[in-house]
């Protein structure tokens, strides 16, 4: 198979056996995949293969510098190969216990620049992916380096169908996926997605580890080959840099089906192992509600005044709902000074120590704490992130000393907007973006904060290295189904975990039940059914889920309000059963440390009937499957609200069929009898 696999790689390459420097390759544990690396041209190179299918064709690797031209590469040397199979454990998590089994190479490569003339790459190879790393370890230490080009391509050969979006950069990442031909993609933000036309592989690509290094986002020339492009400083560099550095890993995930992409731990594999080790001593995971869709419907404000959502009234009276229905937090966001006139021009007036005078902060502690109920910080910016780095230890210290355990944070600003330091416009996810991100959750570590970020830098699996940064937003959400125009179409949730959860988890705030809240143009109102919303909380993961509506309008459908009581947001183990990128995904997860199972479904605009195996389930045992799903007649656009709950008794030799409506879902608790 190796013999043929380069024979392919030459061939594809353009590039003749004879003048072809020695290649180095390796294989991954299962011999599924194989990689080759070598340098002919002046042009460092690398290809892979998966069963002896070429998967990417020749691709170039290597950085540029300011001050010198660009690199040509004459050399490649010192291979070094290992191998390691352990397993490890999440603190939280879709999965408690994760398997490491993947192969190592490692090569130098000689360029004839100063700061090329030695640099390692060292390549990481699993079954169902691989992931590479640049290591200028040559560069004298303590000598300041600009980086002014990342050559990094994948070189896809065939057609694909990609789901992505236009990657503008400078606001967040909150669009719309649009399929096409990956062939037309201009610049692409990652967790980028493919699949073959006729090789009917799954592809996506990414990065991990991504520590003081721009965001990368993926520019096509429109023949298959996609280069890395950095998000800038003001300057035009793209990253600062002391030598001698380690860049992040750039990745790419090969699966036969959708469902192989999302059951990947690649990502978290790449990054490096918990810098918290007491974390399980002062966060869990759980469910919230809150002082937030209230003010996306305009029914109060952010900011003070006779609608002041964040009063200290209305917190205590979601804390009593909270206590009383199971939930161990409440959200309030508008409670700190600052959100008064036009907030999203005005962030450097933000305090994030000081409550409007109707919040009454320790108070609301002291009050939930009595109850069981912590209260959940928010920390909007409005990208003035200065401003906030100026009060952050001193806002976490507050909120350690009066008992707050989660932050969200936030970062909505308009393009540009973002000034550092020296008064540069800063891209929302570049170099100083990263950083800053990672200064948070660092501050917020050291005062037993964790942080759910919103408008985020992208996750890459950080959470590993840093389990405080416990979700982020990073997509559309839950909240332009309040006011977007249009609002997400049923699809969005059936692309999501092939794409944007590939990253991490996601803070999409599922749960609504008055789904049209007030809405007739359905294009304004909830593009789902109720069933559906129910089954977000298994197919969307995050350790933190709110129940995102009323409680006025949970307390009118108290039966499928139970499903989000009993559901939890911590798992022992996770399989995706059945799906297709854009039409539907079947989600099973286990409890950690539970014998239930829950299971998410969920469909795009189109009425699904699927048949599901339960051979997930526990041999022998028997198990009561709660049953919340669409009723006959349910329909997104007229009739959303339609549901009804069966049970019966179920083993793992049983087969159900899942039925969904146009928008809908089906969400089931299979509980244990045995």
Known sequence: MILRSLALLVTFGGIAAAQASPRECAQSPGKVIELCTWVDGGQAWYAVTRKGEVVLAPSTMGLSFAGEGEARYGALSNPRRASSDTNWQQPWGEQRVIRDNHSDLTVTIAGDTPLTKSFDVSFRLFDDGFGFRYSYTAIPAGQ????????????????????????????????LYTQTDARRITLAETPLTLRGDTNHLYLSIHEAALVDFPSMLLQGNGTGVLSAWLMPWPDGVLAHKTGPFTGPWRTMLISDSAGGLVDSRIELNLNEPSKIPDID??????????????????????????????????????????????????????????????????????????????????????????????????????????????????????????????????????????????????????????????HVAEVAAAHHVAIDAHEPVKDTGLRRTWPNMIAREGARGQEYNAWGTPTNPPEHVTILPYTRLLGGPMDFTPGIFDLAHGKDDVTRRVQSTLATQLAEYVVIYSPVQMAADLPENYLAHMDAFQFIRDVPTDWETSKTLQGEIGDYIVEARQPRGGKDWYLGAVTDENARSLTQPLTFLTQGKHYEAQIYRDAPGADYRTNPEAYEIVKQVVTSKDVLTIAMAPGGGQAIRFKALD
């Open 144 to 175: 300041a380096v600009s980086v002014t080009a990342d050559h990094t391509q994948f070189h896809t050969i065939g057609a694909y169908q990609a789901w992505w979006y236009q990657g503008l950069g400078l606001e967040r990442d909150e669009y």
């Open 281 to 438: 001593s002062w966060f869990k995971p759980g469910k919230f509600v809150g002082v937030w869709w209230e003010m996306h419907l305009n029914h109060s404000t952010w900011g003070s005044g006779m609608r002041h959502g964040a009063n200290t009234q209305n917190v205590e009276r979601y804390m009593d709902f909270a206590a009383q229905y199971g939930f161990s937090g409440v959200l309030a966001e508008g409670w700190n000074q600052g959100w008064d006139g036009s907030w999203i021009d005005n962030g450097d007036k933000f305090s994030f120590t000081k409550a409007y005078p109707d919040f009454d902060l320790p108070g609301i502690v002291a009050y939930g704490k009595a109850r069981g109920v912590a209260l959940i910080g928010h920390n909007e910016t409005a990208g003035a992130v200065v401003n906030y780095e100026n009060q952050l230890d001193a806002a976490m210290t507050l909120y350690e000393h009066v008992g707050i355990p989660i932050v969200k944070t936030g970062y909505v600003h308009h393009s540009g907007d973002i000034v550092d330091r020296q008064g540069g416009l800063e891209w929302f996810a570049g170099q100083f973006m990263v950083r800053h991100n990672l």
